[in-house]
């Protein structure tokens, strides 16, 4: 049995209690459920005991000196931070496209150039799968250092089978073996490779037959993703791509929306996606179904940065009820970052959502964006121990100072795994 720990008297202790069951909507949002002088008792992995210090000090009167106690006294104490839209598995990095851009190339003319993803694609069909899991694996720690405990994971840097198999299964072996939680997302449409590009149909004949079941069959993913886009997969594609996906038990999500308006939002809705991704050309329509449906709104504004293109329009995503989580998009090409506080601070910053709401989209609907709400995402009794301490006396002021990490002490599954 593992060691107690005690996290004591934080300045603020951000709960979010009270929404395991559905991501928050609208006014939900900014409730943050924070407990000034506040206290964790954790115990096997698990939260036991959550409040004032001074009450879970009198409870566990008896039993101080068997714990590991951490003091938190000045700092920030919030629910281990989730990322739930990342493509960490891939071989090498992209800085030449960087500096092509920066003088006037766009992201799509390079792909359809041969560059872009079918870049990362050939380096990651390259890499032994050792390399891929070295990688992969540092990355992840980079993960850690800011404060990130959950982090979903793509494939989609193969488009064979061989290659996407190789990286689903570093997934696993990374979920294994590093303290991180992997959630695996199936994303074999993220572009049409050379060879069918003439017959883009006969590809997704392929994901469907083959390649989707196949996943389903070993176990290798909980979702399923596709680049709905115009130039990559229309909507009628991936529509047959998410409803075969459906079929096989993998939960549709869909990059939506991202370059081009192309109602991606509303086939998200009409599909029952756990989540539409990117948003920045959504249609209002589109806005309200996801909505409607309860479709989580997973906003990236580190890729709108990077593309330096103008974000998604969360503000008005809230304000329609949309449920919205905030995420690195981690990747070689459009969001080369590990850093979800600084997303935070550009949720603030060019999407116009408050702090409050930042740190709502980081943990708890983030976790229901990757369909962990009752497991992660907040501080409450029953939960995972995933918690982060950061070294600032208030919440605001993690997207108020940014760019700055400032985590401090993570722990992760009950164990400090980092300080
Ligand atoms: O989410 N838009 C498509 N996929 C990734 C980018 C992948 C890449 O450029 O390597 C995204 O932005
Ligand atoms: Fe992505």
């Known amino acids: 049995m593992s060691k107690a720990v005690f996290i004591r008297n934080a300045a603020q202790l ?93 992201y799509m003319d390079i792909m359809n150039a041969g560059g872009g993803i079918h870049a990362t694609t050939r380096a990651t069909k390259a890499a032994p799968h050792e390399e891929l899991y070295k990688q992969s694996y540092n990355r992840l720690n980079q993960f850690l250092r800011h404060g990130v405990t959950t982090v979903e994971a793509k494939s989609g840097y193969g488009m064979d089978w061989e290659t996407e198999l190789k990286q689903l299964e570093v997934a696993k072996q990374l979920n294994e073996s590093h303290v991180i939680d992997i959630v695996s997302t199936f994303m074999g449409a993220h572009a049409v490779p050379k060879e ?72 998200a809705a009409e599909v029952g996606a756990i989540s539409a991704d990117h948003l920045l050309k959504a249609s209002e329509k589109g806005m309200k179904a996801m909505a409607e449906k309860g479709v989580v709104g997973v906003l990236l504004p580190g890729t709108a940065y990077f593309l330096m293109a103008e974000s998604a329009n969360g503000r008005k995503m809230i304000d329609l009820g949309v449920p919205v989580a905030l995420s690195t998009d981690c990747n070689p090409g459009s969001s080369p970052t590990v850093s979800l506080p600084f997303i935070m601070s550009l949720g603030c910053l060019k999407m116009g959502m408050t702090p409050a709401e930042v740190i709502t989209a980081a943990t708890i609907n983030a976790a229901h964006a990757i369909n962990r709400g009752r497991e992660i995402g907040s501080l409450e009794v029953g939960k995972k121990a995933d918690v982060t301490i950061f070294n600032i006396e208030n919440y605001m002021k993690l997207q108020y100072s940014y760019g700055v990490n400032h985590t401090d002490t993570v722990v992760k599954n009950g164990q400090v795994v980092l300080r």
Not at 46 to 60: F, H, N, R, S, W
């Open 14 to 106: 951000v709960t979010l209690q009270g929404s395991s069951d559905a991501p928050r909507v609208k006014g939900e949002m900014s409730e943050l459920g924070i407990i000034e002088n506040g206290s964790v008792w954790i115990e096997d992995g698990v939260i036991q005991a959550v409040g004032p210090d001074t009450e879970l000090a009198e409870k566990y009167e008896g039993r101080l000196s068997e714990a590991e106690v951490i003091d938190a006294a000045g700092k920030l104490v919030t629910p281990g931070l989730v990322d739930p839209h990342t493509h960490i598995v891939h071989a090498g990095s992209r800085e030449n496209e960087f500096n092509m851009r920066l003088q006037g190339a766009t």
């Open 196 to 267: 069918y590009k003439e017959r883009p149909d006969e590809f997704v004949h392929l994901l469907v037959e083959e390649m989707i079941p196949k996943v389903a069959e070993l176990g290798l993913a909980e979702f399923n993703d596709v680049f709905c886009e115009k130039g990559v997969f229309t909507p009628e594609q991936s529509r047959v791509i998410l409803e075969a996906g459906k079929r096989h038990g993998l939960i549709p999500k869909i990059h939506a929306d991202e370059i081009e308006p192309y109602e991606g939002a509303e086939l």
